[in-house]
């Protein structure tokens, strides 16, 4: 079946790395991609990732997916206030639908 | 270039009663996709439209409707409504589905009473 796990909670501070995870199950998945969600607001893509590569970098957002054990995860480096959000991930269905995890609440702290 | 508009942004409801959202997509974006938001279930998908035809469906009861129009735009209907219809309905618009990006809108956050 289709279903995407995230932790629901990550605390960090100011200008520390932030790593948000996630598993996914299906593997026939051929994009994966991180949203951002702020207060009151839609969802902002932020990056994606083809299934075939490894790691994807972008400025200060580092994907890196292990298709072995269907692992996604996020680096955001030099984590700011204005970085507290929810963050979704969401792999793209074999029926093309977008599947969302249940979001992990980052709160970055001074 | 304008964003993913939706109307109405809040609603208030009765049980019982029926609810039509509107979704505007950005401009050349042909496929329209609605989902639920709630605390508990998270993001669901509800439906996805691609030149006036839904091309996807997810698992929601016959309650939950759609169309798109020949200009793009895409309005749900959710009819009988219940308490568990309280949710943030967030539509997106894409261009095509080669690489899946979707674009949100900042949704309508339906309360029903």
């Known amino acids: 079946g289709e279903d995407v796990e995230q932790s629901l909670f990550l605390s960090v501070r100011e200008g520390d790395s932030s790593v948000i995870n996630c598993t996914y199950t299906?593997?026939?998945?051929?994009?994966l991609y991180w949203y951002k969600q702020e207060p009151g607001a839609g969802l902002q893509l932020l990056t994606y990732?083809?299934?075939?590569?490894d790691m994807k970098q972008d400025q200060r957002l580092t994907v890196l997916l292990n298709k072995k054990d269907k692992h996604l995860s996020l680096r955001i480096a030099d984590t700011q206030t204005g970085d507290s959000a929810i963050y979704f991930c969401?792999?793209?269905?074999?029926?093309?639908?977008?599947?969302f995890g249940t979001g992990t609440r980052l709160q970055v702290f001074p | 270039k304008a964003g993913v508009t939706q109307t109405p942004r809040y609603l208030i409801k009765t049980r019982g009663q029926q609810v039509t959202l509107s979704c505007s997509p950005i401009?050349?974006?042909?496929?329209v996709s609605w989902y639920q938001q709630t605390p508990g279930q998270g993001l669901q998908f509800l439906f996805e439209y691609f030149s006036e035809t839904q091309r996807n469906k997810g698992n929601f009861p016959g309650r939950f409707s759609g169309r798109q129009f020949s200009n793009s735009r895409s309005e749900m209907n959710v009819s009988t409504l219940e308490l568990g219809d309280s949710a943030l309905y967030l539509c997106?618009?894409?261009?095509?589905?080669?690489?899946?990006?979707?674009?949100f809108g900042e949704g309508s956050r339906l309360t029903v009473l």
């Open positions: 997106a618009s894409s261009m095509d589905r080669s690489t899946g990006e979707l674009f």
């Open positions: 990732i083809f299934s075939n590569m």
């Open positions: 401009s050349g974006h042909r496929s």
């Open positions: 299906d593997s026939s998945s051929t994009y």
């Open positions: 969401a792999e793209r269905s074999n029926t093309d639908k977008l599947i």
